[in-house]
């Protein structure tokens, strides 16, 4: 053996055994991290008075300095970022990243949240307190299915497609939690965070009556074949540490109170080992004046507990010690629900020192660092989906008479705060779009032209931030100055120009979380209708007649309808969603061409208002690509490179245990390099009330100008699992399936062949 690894082994040994003895020596249990966290939680159990327990079963936890216990709070958010904790990099939103289908980049990202979530921790863990948003306990991925695009919490999702969110939903818990690791001085092994999937189940709208409403007559099939599979996917396969609860009832009994959802599906039928979260206020929400299921505090909290909801967001918790004492629960049936919370606190290294617990060397340069904002831009690049482009893109950014002919138009062309969608942290810069088009050709002419709405141009400040009750944050900008413009003055200011680059859409001051505000066409974070407010639609119409070319970069958290736009009044369309802290660099890379557009929607975009079914109305008929009768605007899996693509010679392989594998030869017959997502749906063609179609699998391949690479995508026998009506549960019913291999959604992109499935 060399020598100096001789000593360094040696050195390892001495140190393992004077950290073991010292460990060791301490008298209390709970307080030795060689014991499990099982024994660990249990003996610490032992030791907390009632009030004690109560007040670890509230999201703001102070510290129990008698039992060495730190204070910790379970509300944290990385959504897309570290949120509300100070500087963090704001990555793209997540229905936008969705479109990217690139799920290791994904992964890559929320490691690099996970490392600036760990590195604010370490800093905060130093002060002798850990307050809201500064823990290890991260409310996310929000893996609700994205049903309808009014819903304004949408945007927070990985889209329509019960497979789209669990893949992704899956690598955002691989970041997040990282894989445990093993200290070198004990036994023991630590997640990095806490991952939470919610909520739990059959959530998304609408916002207003959230905390009344109540899901009823839902089919069992559009139950467990769409709204829980990612949530199971989570549980079984992503070992996720938190599942929340969602506010509405489902079936007559608030989710956070359902045994049902909570006893029998979750923990029995799944096997789920972790703690159940209340979302923000939910167990209030069990009151008189809400959903009604519950006399007073003591019998909500009662209710709650027992369902199995562990740890409550909010303070009705504090009603606890009154429900024991008039016997409306039992003690022992409130330790059930702290030795969860006890043990994903050791299981986070929360009670041992630093000195054993290896996220902790995690430092502070890595908030905001080069790296994580450059992995913000990759995303916020490939994240953009092409939706319209007659031959006017990608525009000459090195031609400068062209240049001077350019104009930037729009509401959402210079403002910063858009690009940060909801559930945002503070990033170190941000790059707007009209930032990102002067850094990339110089100067450009630039006009407002008109709010999200209206024709009013404000021009704003931000002064704080307002936040609610359920933790939502709002900016609050405070006017400096406003006027009203004419469509006289927007063509005056277009006079000179040749092409127009409009940055248009919406905002999420206005789509989001359970919003104060109202206007045309929203209602308290939804939408009312789908279709781009009426104003811009003007503006588009009016340059338009005027001859200029006209290129919408439409800002979004959800599907807008585009019909007029893609008929007659834009030369190109670029979704750009609400694309984070470098989401004007990644415009302009795609506008002039710096970087190919791959993205895909991850949601339908549909015509108009008249496809869509009534918003409360949670049955699956009609809705997302998988049952949608009509054709829509653009589908599920749509978007545009600068180059084209040929798949052909696409064949089927089965194996011997069931599962199959689909191959295309996929070829770039364009003059440029580019990347095409490969897509993979499946039908059983005996199932006349079924899908009409399921993503089961995906692929990106990059190709340089007349490449070509044969792609295999592997279907796992389960992945054609679905409803058998016959025996009412989620099984591979064997039969005849079509499987079909393309680049959209669409009939007219996919090829379709036959398999025996036994």
């Not at 360094?8 to 966290?37: G, V």
Request: net charge positive; proline share 4%; hydrophobic share 35%.
């Amino acid at each position: 053996m060399n020598i100096k690894r001789y000593k360094r082994c040696l050195w390892a040994l001495m140190l393992l055994s004077w950290s073991t003895t010292n460990i060791t020596a301490q008298q209390l249990p709970y307080q030795n991290p060689n014991l499990t966290a099982e024994q660990r939680a249990e003996d610490l159990l032992g030791r907390l008075t009632l009030e004690e327990k109560t007040l670890l079963m509230m999201n703001s936890s102070p510290a129990i300095p008698r039992l060495g216990i730190p204070s910790f709070d379970w509300w944290s958010e990385a959504l897309h970022g570290v949120g509300r904790n100070g500087i963090a990099t704001v990555f793209p939103q997540c229905i936008g990243m969705a479109c990217s289908f690139d799920v290791p980049l994904l992964e890559r990202i929320y490691t690099a949240v996970s490392d600036e979530a760990r590195a604010k921790n370490n800093i905060a863990r130093k002060s002798g307190k850990v307050k809201r948003y500064q823990g290890l306990s991260f409310w996310t991925p929000n893996i609700n299915i994205f049903r309808d695009p009014r819903w304004g919490r949408g945007q927070e999702t990985y889209g329509e497609d019960p497979y789209m969110n669990s893949v992704m939903g899956l690598a955002v818990v691989r970041g997040l939690q990282g894989t445990t690791r093993l200290s070198p001085l004990t036994t023991h092994h630590y997640y990095k965070l806490h991952a939470c999937a919610k909520h739990f189940a059959v959530h998304s709208g609408p916002e207003k009556t959230r905390h009344h409403f109540n899901i009823e007559n839902l089919s069992p099939r559009d139950l467990w074949e769409t709204y829980l599979p990612a949530f199971k996917t989570l549980v079984q396969e992503g070992n996720v540490q938190q599942v929340m609860c969602a506010y509405q009832r489902f079936e007559g009994e608030p989710c956070c109170g359902s045994d049902r959802l909570l006893q029998q599906i979750l923990r029995k039928e799944w096997g789920y080992k972790g703690l159940v979260v209340s979302d923000c206020g939910a167990i209030r929400d069990f009151l008189p004046q809400w959903h009604g299921v519950s006399k007073d505090s003591a019998a909500a909290v009662s209710k709650a507990i027992i369902s199995g909801t562990d740890v409550e967001c909010g303070s009705l918790y504090k009603s606890l010690p009154e429900a024991v004492r008039r016997g409306d629960i039992s003690e022992e049936q409130v330790n059930v629900s702290v030795r969860r919370l006890l043990k994903g606190r050791i299981e986070l290294g929360d009670l041992d020192p630093d000195s054993i617990v290896e996220w902790t060397k995690i430092p502070s340069s890595v908030i905001a660092s080069k790296e994580h904002q450059q992995l913000a831009l990759q995303m916020a690049r490939e994240q953009m989906v092409l939706l319209k482009n007659n031959g006017v893109l990608p525009l000459n950014a090195h031609h400068a008479p062209h240049n001077s002919k350019i104009m930037v138009m729009g509401p959402n062309a210079a403002d910063s705060t858009m690009l940060w969608g909801i559930y945002f942290g503070k990033p170190a810069h941000t790059v707007t779009v009209l930032e990102g088009i002067e850094r990339k050709i110089g100067k450009v002419r630039y006009e407002q032209a008109c709010d999200i709405t209206d024709m009013t141009v404000r021009l704003q400040a931000i002064s704080g931030t307002s936040e609610s009750r359920d933790g939502s944050t709002t900016l609050e900008l405070k006017e400096t100055s406003r006027h009203t413009n004419t469509m006289a003055d927007v063509l005056k200011a277009a006079q000179e120009a040749e092409t127009v680059i409009f940055v248009g859409g919406i905002s999420p001051n206005l789509e989001r979380e359970e919003a104060k505000k109202s206007a045309l066409g929203f209602d308290k974070g939804d939408r009312t209708t789908i279709e781009l407010p009426q104003v811009q639609r003007d503006i588009l119409k009016a340059l338009h007649d005027a001859g200029k070319k006209v290129i919408l970069v439409c800002c979004s958290g959800s599907a807008i309808g585009l019909k007029p736009e893609q008929q007659e009044t834009c030369d190109a369309i670029l979704q750009a969603w609400y694309a984070g802290e470098q989401g004007g660099h990644a415009v302009a890379d795609v506008l002039f061409g710096d970087y190919n557009p791959s993205g895909k929607l991850a949601v339908t975009f549909y015509k108009d208002d008249s496809q869509l079914p009534a918003f409360d109305d949670y049955s699956m008929k009609n809705r997302t690509y998988r049952f949608f009768q009509g054709e829509p605007l653009y589908p599920f899996g749509y978007g545009l490179s600068y180059t084209t693509f040929q798949i052909k010679d696409e064949s089927l392989k089965m194996k011997s245990d069931g599962s199959c594998t689909v191959t295309a030869k996929v070829k770039n017959t364009g003059k440029r390099e580019g990347t095409e997502i490969v897509q993979v749906y499946i039908r059983n063609t005996a199932d006349k009330e079924g899908p009409l179609k399921t993503l089961k699998g995906f692929e990106r391949v990059t190709l340089k100008a007349g490449e070509c690479k044969t792609v295999a995508i592997d279907l796992p026998r389960q992945r054609f699992e679905g409803w058998d009506t016959a025996t009412n549960t989620m099984r591979v019913v064997p039969g005849t399936y079509e499987v079909m291999v393309g680049t959209s959604s669409a009939d007219k992109d996919l090829k379709k062949m036959k398999v025996k499935i036994k």
